[in-house]
């Protein structure tokens, strides 16, 4: 069983920057995302990052502002945010993939799951 903690949320004005991580135990998962919800709308993709580190991908909303990464020596993915705005505002999950290495921004294909950290962008 694999367990995801996030941390590292809270509350900034806009154009700050936040770091948050997602420390798992159990099973490495081969790739890990990061997806947020704001109240009253759906779950969405925000990045992903495969096994080794060597690939990543992004939501066209974060490109260029947030940067994924990990250190797996620590079982700690991150999610680096800068140039935060208000509509960045919503409760950030990881979450992580147990067999595929594909990136995927679909909910559905992630096997595992952490509680969420609120991050709040000010105006």
């Known amino acids: 069983q694999v367990q995801l903690v996030e941390s590292g949320g809270g509350l900034v004005q806009a154009g700050g920057s936040l770091r948050l991580s997602c420390a798992a135990s159990?099973?490495?998962?081969?790739?890990m995302g990061w997806f947020r919800q704001a109240p009253g709308k759906e779950r969405e993709f925000v990045a992903y990052?495969?096994?080794?580190?060597?690939?990543?991908y992004y939501a066209s909303s974060v490109k260029g502002r947030f940067t994924i990464s990990r250190d797996n020596a620590k079982n700690t993915v991150f999610l680096q945010m800068n140039s935060l705005k208000p509509e960045d505002t919503a409760v950030y999950y990881c979450?992580?993939?147990?067999?595929?290495?594909?990136?995927?921004?679909?909910?559905?294909?992630?096997?595992?799951w952490g509680q969420g950290t609120q991050v709040t962008v000010s105006s």
């Open positions: 159990g099973r490495t998962s081969v790739g």
């Open positions: 990052i495969t096994r080794s580190g060597g690939s990543t």
């Open positions: 979450a992580g993939r147990r067999l595929s290495w594909l990136p995927t921004e679909e909910v559905s294909e992630y096997d595992y």
